[in-house]
């Protein structure tokens, strides 16, 4: 069985299989040119699956840009170590600013607005928001079509308007730590800990797939959780599992979640 076989039926199991055929055929493409391919923004999981493919090919390396540091979606290039030239990731920025007065957009008003101009998500990267305005990066080629179209996101008319990747503010997550003690390590129960609900509802939004344990979709609500997993719910952030301590006399682990709001 070839490398190319092997990433293709280890990423099968997960449903990542198309993105990493397209991620390989990228590879294979830089090994015949010896130069350099930019492809798709990807999240943190796709940037390890760019990680698996790069390893199996000893004259590529794998570079990534999101547009601005501690960005998480970020665009990619398989480089050849004969490469010479500089790496331009294409990446370009746009402000979107509405009255905060009587409109509260979220992020997923955003990206749905986005979306709604037929782009695709592969085009676009992180999306900050900012209170009364959000800076969106993407793919240089589609952010004059933006400015130009992005005009108004639900009810809320919106002034969009390019601006440098200078620009970009620096990331600013609130953290908030919570140490507990749970039954189990099961996704449902570390979950409904560091999201504050109930076990019976997180059962019923992994089961609505709006859980992902380390950017790929939840299975079930039995899976177990690790130390490390990042768990994210839709609309709520992410929890990291960050330590385990140990169980207690009661026969209860303790753990330190961090949730990222």
Not at 22 to 39: E, I
Not at 149 to 171: D, F, H, K, Y
Request: hydrophobic fraction near 45%; glycine fraction near 8%.
């Amino acid at each position: 069985m070839s490398d190319r076989d092997k990433i293709l039926r280890y990423y099968r199991s997960s449903g990542d299989e198309h993105t990493a055929a397209r991620l390989l055929d990228a590879a294979d493409g830089v090994m015949r040119s010896r130069k350099n391919k930019v492809v798709e923004f990807v999240d943190p999981y796709g940037y390890t699956i760019a990680e698996t493919v790069a390893a199996h090919y000893d004259q590529i390396e794998l570079q990534a840009s999101g547009g601005y540091a501690g960005a998480e979606r970020q665009r990619i290039a398989f480089v050849h170590r004969d490469f010479r030239g500089t790496t331009d990731f294409m990446l370009a920025a746009l402000s979107l600013a509405w009255d905060a007065r009587y409109y509260h957009l979220s992020h997923r008003d955003v990206l749905g607005a986005a979306l709604g101009l037929g782009l695709k998500r592969e085009l676009l990267g992180d999306i900050i928001m900012l209170g009364d305005r959000a800076q969106l990066v993407a793919d240089a080629a589609i952010v004059e079509y933006m400015a130009k179209n992005m005009t108004q996101i639900g009810a809320a008319a919106v002034t969009a308007v390019p601006i440098p990747l200078t620009e970009i503010a620096p990331r600013e997550e609130k953290l908030k730590e919570l140490k507990t003690t749970v039954a189990s390590l099961r996704l449902d129960v570390i979950a409904a800990a560091g999201f504050g609900v109930s076990r019976s509802r997180m059962a019923d939004e992994i089961a609505a797939e709006k859980v992902k344990v380390n950017w790929q979709q939840a299975r079930s609500s039995s899976q177990a959780v690790k130390q490390g997993d990042v768990i994210s719910m839709r609309g709520r952030g992410r929890v990291e599992l960050c330590e385990i301590f140990g169980q207690t006399k009661k026969g209860r682990t303790s753990i330190l979640l961090k949730r990222f709001i």
